[in-house]
């Protein structure tokens, strides 16, 4: 499966070392919507997952890929911290050039 590169960065980025390399994949205005709450910009989405991966100590592996209604669709199963571990996961990510402009997880 070949990911773009700002969704590759996203499945691969070690925290918290790699947290400018992460934000970076990021456009200045995206939007990402996880856990029913809406982070925006790349350091307020570096924040989350900074944040995330600090409680959650989770790992993603992506096992699909597909292109649906304009979005980058990728199932992945996450491990850590968390009920239900491991789980499938959504991650529909919009893509504009080299950066991802919103994602949503579900």
């Not at 991966?53 to 592996?61: C, D, L, P, Q, V």
């Not at 669709?73 to 571990?85: E, K």
Request: charged share 30%.
């Amino acid at each position: 499966m070949h990911l773009p590169d700002p969704i590759r960065t996203y499945f691969t980025a070690k925290a918290p070392q790699d947290g400018e390399t992460f934000a970076a994949a990021f456009a200045a205005d995206a939007i990402v919507h996880d856990e029913a709450r809406k982070h925006r910009g790349p350091e307020e989405i570096r924040a989350w997952w900074l944040a995330a991966k600090a409680k959650y100590r989770h790992s993603a592996e992506p096992l699909e890929l597909a292109e649906v209604g304009g979005k980058t669709v990728v199932r992945a199963r996450v491990s850590g911290d968390f009920p239900g571990s491991p789980a499938v996961l959504t991650f529909r990510f919009g893509l504009e050039g080299d950066r991802i402009t919103d994602l949503e997880i579900g």
